[in-house]
T-cell receptor, first 108, second 114 residues
Framework: RKEVEQDPGPFNVPEGATVAFNCTYS??????FFWYRQDCRKEPKLLMS???SGNEDGRFTAQLNRASQYISLLIRDSKLSDSATYLC?????????FGAGTTVTVRA | DAGVIQSPRHEVTEMGQEVTLRCKPI?????LFWYRQTMMRGLELLIY????????DSGMPEDRFSAKMPNASFSTLKIQPSEPRDSAVYFC????????????FGSGTQLSVL
């Protein structure tokens, strides 16, 4: 079983729509969680950290469910510029494991 | 700060040749990571260093791969001999201590082994 697994995607949504997807992790002792964004042929960049109580950053909302060992990302009022691959990242003693990514395409 | 700097950006080589990828982390970052990304396997952690010491190299695929960090500002990932299946994008990343600190990636090296 992979350490981090993500929704297969791709998600193709119209502008203005809401899109949400999940990520599950295998190690219940994982310490911290993140969502990274990766544009085509570019390096991954931090989108947001994920806190136990859930957190928002503008149109983006991240949730953590430790009991079920999953995290989620929701994008509201999606923009064309949100088209990217979203990587779920789990930190186990500084060993950061990445999911395979969920591709989101926002169409006009 | 210039960020994490990797070189070369692109490398094309023939099977059997030695390949050396280079990375300069952000000054003051104690952790350095080497990742490999392919369409089939996504981002895989190969090895990471803390204060120039290799901590976990369990992701290194086989003995053909080796990584060094002779000082706080420089690391190399070497493949000898290279094989076509090594073709991938290799990313170097660095971070400061703290479980919540974000990872800064270099622009990656696109390696093609013919």
């Amino acid at each position: 079983r992979k350490e981090v697994e993500q929704d297969p995607g791709p998600f193709n949504v119209p502008e203005g729509a809401t899109v949400a997807f999940n990520c599950t992790y295998s190690n219940s002792a994982s310490q911290s969680f993140f969502w990274y964004r990766q544009d085509c042929r570019k390096e991954p960049k931090l989108l947001m950290s994920v806190y136990s109580s859930g957190n928002e950053d503008g149109r983006f909302t991240a949730q953590l469910n430790r009991a079920s060992q999953y995290i989620s990302l929701l994008i509201r009022d999606s923009k064309l510029s949100d088209s990217a691959t979203y990587l779920c990242v789990v930190n186990d003693d500084y060993k950061l494991s990445f999911g395979a990514g969920t591709t989101v395409t926002v169409r006009a | 700060d210039a960020g994490v700097i990797q070189s070369p950006r692109h490398e094309v080589t023939e099977m059997g040749q030695e390949v050396t990828l280079r990375c300069k982390p952000i000054s003051g970052h104690d952790y350095l990571f080497w990742y490999r990304q392919t369409m089939m396997r996504g981002l895989e952690l190969l090895i990471y260093f803390n204060n120039n010491v290799p901590i976990d190299d369990s992701g290194m695929p086989e003995d053909r791969f080796s990584a060094k960090m002779p000082n706080a500002s420089f690391s190399t990932l070497k493949i000898q001999p290279s094989e076509p299946r090594d073709s991938a994008v290799y990313f170097c990343a660095s971070k400061t201590p703290g479980a919540g600190e974000k990872l800064f990636f270099g622009s990656g090296t696109q390696l093609s082994v013919l």
